[in-house]
């Protein structure tokens, strides 16, 4: 009986630790979550640059960075045609406590007009998906 208990405290306590590690997550925390470009001109290249930590006890790590434009004629979101917003992100897991990057460089060459960009960032995060907004106005 006293071997019986000992094997049900053992497995219950590593069940109780596989538990706990399988809810840790990490937690992205931006700097901001919009970027105003102002005024542009249209043969220029522009970056919008978004920093983050990660607040969680794990590695974080950014499966994707996509873009969608907020059409301000049509009032809805149309995919980012290629070339126009050209995202890149940090490559490697950030561990906790450390700081990670997301930047979207823009060439707004023959799109001239105000814009709103939709940037979504996909993660491991607790959080999965995160909204970051860009706008402007092309000269």
């Known amino acids: 009986m006293k071997h019986l ?3 049900i405290t053992v497995f219950l306590l590593a ?3 596989s538990e706990s590690l399988a809810q840790e997550k990490p937690k992205i925390v931006f700097d ?4 105003e470009f102002g005024a542009m001109k249209q043969d220029s290249l522009y970056v919008a640059f978004f920093s983050f ?4 006890t794990v590695p974080l790590k950014i499966y994707h960075v996509s873009s969608r434009i907020y ?10 045609t290629v070339g ?3 995202p890149s992100w940090s490559p490697e897991p950030v561990p906790p406590g450390k700081m ?3 930047k979207a460089a823009i060439q707004p060459k023959g799109r001239p007009g105000k814009f709103t960009e939709t940037i979504m960032v996909g993660s491991n995060a607790d959080s999965s998906k ?3 907004n860009l706008s402007g106005e092309i000269k």
């Open 84 to 86: 126009w917003i050209v």
């Open 5 to 7: 208990s000992s094997a």
């Open 130 to 132: 995160v909204i970051l």
């Open 71 to 80: 059409d301000l004629n049509s009032k809805s979101f149309i995919p980012a």
């Open 15 to 17: 069940f109780t630790i």
């Open 53 to 56: 930590e990660n607040k969680g």
């Open 100 to 102: 990670g990057f997301v």
């Open 32 to 35: 901001k979550l919009s970027f």
